[in-house]
């Protein structure tokens, strides 16, 4: 927000002192704990003091801010893209007809480039880009300036072939949430010129093609075919993460590990271990992160992982250290979530509990599953009349939630198998039998293993 402030008070871009003070006013209320409300009639005083309130006007200075705070969001952007800024400076110069000072930029954002670690499909084209821009400027040489040609038109080959495998990652990656989604035109051609020889030797395109092909054999069910190229996926990105750009490099490890968890559907339990060791090697060379930053989702997954593994007192590190990495907001309510799973995982319940009724959960699903910790919690402590008023709760909370899908009907039988389960005599034989064939018989149930198991106790937990 300071740097915000700054640009607001440079005359260039505002001259408008209420501007300011709006932005001041609305940064008062969004840097507080606990966000307060923007109050229009509040902010209106306190920008314009004595002037009666006008709806209108405040509208538009609202409107004049959001502008100012796009413009300042791109030019922040820009600030960082170092290529880019160098583009427009020299599109600057070309249309001023300053041949002497383009040349000059062109040779040392060339030479920055080739300087550039990072050899991802953007490379290419802008190597592409920058060689085009540079024979514009020079006077025809004919045979030179021939090979040159046919050097950037391998570029940009590079660049493309690049792209349309990595899109038809993406797509064999989606079939899981949308089926038919279809393929993009002149892949096989793509396919075809990877297995002739071209571009095999370039990370860029060797690790989307290994890709492609885990996803596509995996999909026709040949799992030898589809093992030995996500082998190859994973050693390519073991030994060239470097080589990609913060976002890309991001992509293609989620790619990989998407691969995994199609391959863990399917009941291939080894690729635990291959997601958990993806997910480690991102972590490590901060990858999986975005912006600094990990997602809740990611730090779930890899707690999860790692508890399947059983390697606990790698996931009680991992918590622990990268709790800062998580987003301010939901900071302590997803460290408390994930420490409650491997407490609860570990059959320390009470502690797991004491975690549980502190989250105030934004995310449906994470409320679902902590609820149905605190469920199992009960029960296996034998606090019945807690799991009593927690199952009625359970169900309104289930009944006030709309697009659970799937979820609903396997959670509602959750709570209605418990209820049965805790009164039931297990004395009764017929009516054990009876609970048993029901639960083995119900199609969407959750916790279907873990309610067998208590029906067969011998011992009585009926009140």
């Not at 502008?67 to 170092?82: G, T, Y």
């Not at 070309?94 to 060339?110: C, H």
């Amino acid at each position: 927000m300071g740097s915000f402030r700054k640009f607001l008070r440079s005359p260039y871009y505002n001259k408008r002192s209420d501007i300011l003070e709006l932005s001041a006013y609305i940064e008062s209320k969004v840097n507080r704990p606990v966000h307060s409300k923007v109050d229009r009639k509040a902010a209106f005083k306190y920008v314009y003091k004595d002037v009666p309130f006008d709806d209108k006007k405040l509208r538009h200075s609202i409107s004049v801010l959001l502008q100012l705070l796009k413009k300042f969001l791109v030019l922040k952007a820009l600030e960082s893209d170092h290529l880019q800024c160098q583009k427009y400076l020299m599109e600057a110069y070309r249309k001023k007809g300053m041949k002497n000072l383009l040349d000059k930029e062109l040779r040392k954002t060339l030479e920055y480039l080739d300087n550039d670690p990072k050899r991802d499909s953007d490379f290419y084209l802008h190597k592409y880009q920058l060689s085009t821009g540079a024979l514009e400027t020079t006077t025809p040489k004919n045979r030179t300036q021939a090979k040159q040609l046919n050097a950037d038109v391998d570029q940009l080959s590079i660049a493309y072939v690049s792209n349309i495998l990595h899109l038809s990652c993406n797509i064999q990656s989606w079939q899981t949430m949308s089926k038919n989604v279809g393929e993009l035109n002149l892949l096989p051609e793509v396919l075809a010129t990877v297995e002739n020889g071209e571009y095999q030797n370039i990370p860029a395109v060797s690790i989307y093609y290994h890709c492609y092909r885990a996803f596509e054999y995996l999909e026709k069910n040949e799992i030898e075919k589809s093992e030995h190229h996500f082998h190859k996926t994973k050693n390519l990105i073991l030994k060239h993460w470097h080589l990609f750009s913060n976002r890309e490099i991001r992509d293609i490890y989620l790619l990989a590990i998407n691969h995994c968890i199609k391959r863990l559907n399917s009941g291939a339990r080894n690729f635990i271990r291959e997601a958990f060791e993806l997910f480690r090697s991102g972590l490590a060379n901060g990858s999986i992160l975005e912006n600094g930053m990990l997602s809740n989702f990611t730090y779930k997954n890899v707690t999860r992982l790692g508890i399947a593994l059983e390697e606990r007192e790698w996931v009680e590190n991992f918590l622990g250290e990268y709790k800062i990495k998580l987003h301010p907001a939901d900071r302590d309510d997803a460290w408390r979530y994930n420490q409650a799973f491997v407490y609860f995982d570990s059959k320390q319940y009470e502690s797991a509990m004491k975690l549980l009724i502190l989250i105030d959960f934004k995310d449906v699903l994470n409320n679902l599953d902590a609820r149905r910790m605190l469920l199992k919690s009960y029960y296996e402590l034998g606090e019945f009349d807690a799991l009593d008023s927690l199952l009625d709760s359970f169900t309104r909370y289930i009944q006030r939630q709309k697009d659970l899908g799937y979820h609903k009907d396997n959670y509602l039988n959750l709570i209605k198998f418990t209820k049965r389960m805790i009164h039931f005599n297990r004395k009764d034989v017929e009516t054990k039998s009876t609970l048993i064939h029901d639960i083995n018989d119900t199609k969407r149930l959750a916790e279907r293993k873990w309610l067998l198991e208590k029906v067969e106790m011998n011992q009585s937990v009926f009140r």
